[in-house]
DNA sequence: TATTGCCCTGACTATCTGGTCAGCTTTCAC
DNA sequence: GTGAAAGCTGACCAGATAGTCAGGGCAATA
């Protein structure tokens, strides 16, 4: 039984899970305005009513599939060690943000809608929890600029710059593939995005003496 | 006399450019989908029979709004000498675009949206004309690097790092606001992020051998 | 004054959309 | 087997939405 004492079968479970990802599709490529409950139900491969069974209206539906989105955002932000090297702490958060745009580029779409339109949808909880996160961040950065350990550097610039740069190659999925000549980036296209992007950073903090090959 | 053969009366222009502006607001805030005909109306003090009278459906008044947005465009996108010093056209570069987007954030989010959409409604004109000016800005800095002018770097990178982050601060307005706590940014917040941008550009570019106090 | 043609609008409509519901089928505990 | 609850669906509906149109106003020209 689940918490409102409906039996859970894994049919019921499966049909939710599919109408989720259906709906999934749906928001990412046409917002929450754009999305239509009757394509939802046909690419799921039932009739809108069932669709309408597990989730009582289209807002409940686009809230469930933001849930998972914040989850995944929620996991990622992994708390930050003041002790640890500047260098490495850097470079473990570029390369987090670089493979979380890989492997869920619909929900950093999705993601990116929301804060596009103001975040009407998004939970306090999560406007405060990511606050909080670059803030702490900020601060460490401000530290060791303090202890001389990096350049002087607005930490919360140096912050967006990575934010919306990773952001911006799921984002403008469309704009980077003109740009590159290609109908998807690969795998590889990615671990130089990420090589490149740890190199820069470094670079701006002065943690790169010695000019790498890129 | 229009191109159309009707008379060009100050009262109908201004008619015309009333509903234009409340279009621009109408898509901005909602997106293509999320407009709707009836609020254009209102918000611009006419009936709606009058918004279509200048413009025959949505899509062609959405059409007319995008075409402003892309002369804009087009009329910042300077072409580059490749004589010029490298820090001053990368300065020059990032300081167009943070202008670009503080005095036309409204065109920006739109251009954003229409980007984000995978830009359907966008000419074919303007992708080739993107793309065509990132890649000789790329040709450039590759020169620059051949001629051990400015540190190794993708120039592609390099480019996505100026305009996601440039991009982000129109785009994201509200998660912006939200870590900074403010009600909105104002011009001198716009001159330290470009002041900020300019000098990791540099850093990133080895430009930059005594670092300059942010 | 009469004519012409842009400018404008209230009232209307076809269509689409999210959502409802009565009633059917399936599953499962006993 | 049987009762009950969950799972499911076709048919339907109310409201919203883009778009239409007949006709009135009005300024300029003849």
Same mark, same amino acid.
């Not at 339109?117 to 909880?125: A, V």
């Not at 600029?145 to 140096?158: A, G, K, N, S, Y």
């Not at 820069?200 to 790169?208: K, N, S, Y």
């Given at each position: 039984?689940?918490?409102?004492?409906?039996?859970?079968?894994?049919?019921?479970?499966? /049909?939710?899970?599919?109408?989720?990802?259906?709906?999934?599709?749906? *928001?990412?490529?046409?917002? *929450?305005?754009?999305?239509?409950?009757?394509?939802?139900?046909?690419?799921?491969?039932?009739?809108?009513?069932?669709?309408?069974?597990?989730?009582?209206?289209?807002?409940?539906?686009?809230?469930?599939?933001?849930?998972?989105?914040?989850? %995944?955002?929620?996991?990622?932000?992994?708390?930050?060690?003041?002790?640890? &090297?500047?260098?490495?702490?850097?470079? &473990?958060?570029?390369?987090?943000?670089?493979?979380?745009?890989?492997?869920?580029?619909?929900?950093?779409?999705?993601?990116?809608?929301?804060? %596009?339109?103001?975040?009407? *949808?998004?939970?306090?909880? %999560?406007?405060?929890?990511?606050?909080?996160?670059?803030?702490?961040?900020?601060?460490?950065?401000?530290?060791?600029?303090?202890?001389?350990?990096?350049?002087?550097? &607005?930490? /919360?610039?140096?912050?967006?710059?990575?934010?919306?740069?990773?952001?911006?190659?799921?984002?403008?999925?469309?704009?980077?593939?003109?740009?590159?000549?290609?109908?998807?980036?690969?795998?590889?296209?990615?671990?130089?995005?990420?090589?490149? %992007?740890?190199?820069?950073?470094?670079?701006?903090?002065?943690?790169?003496?010695?000019?790498?090959?890129?």
């Amino acid at each position: 039984m689940d918490s409102r004492g409906r039996r859970i079968t894994t049919l019921g479970n499966h /049909r939710r899970e599919q109408i989720l990802r259906s709906a999934e599709k749906e *928001f990412e490529q046409l917002g *929450f305005a754009g999305a239509r409950m009757q394509r939802i139900a046909d690419n799921a491969g039932v009739p809108k009513s069932n669709v309408h069974y597990y989730f009582a209206s289209k807002e409940a539906l686009y809230d469930a599939v933001l849930s998972n989105v914040v989850d %995944l955002w929620n996991a990622a932000l992994a708390p930050i060690d003041p002790e640890a &090297d500047p260098a490495s702490v850097l470079e &473990d958060y570029v390369r987090m943000k670089v493979e979380l745009t890989r492997r869920y580029p619909a929900a950093t779409r999705i993601f990116a809608r929301e804060v %596009l339109n103001g975040w009407p *949808f998004l939970s306090e909880r %999560l406007k405060r929890e990511t606050r909080e996160w670059a803030e702490a961040l900020a601060a460490d950065i401000e530290t060791w600029i303090r202890q001389e350990r990096i350049l002087p550097v &607005d930490p /919360r610039h140096l912050i967006f710059v990575i934010w919306a740069t990773t952001q911006h190659y799921a984002e403008s999925d469309a704009q980077v593939r003109s740009i590159y000549r290609k109908r998807r980036l690969s795998r590889a296209d990615h671990d130089r995005l990420a090589d490149s %992007l740890v190199s820069m950073v470094h670079r701006i903090c002065g943690l790169e003496p010695t000019p790498a090959p890129v």
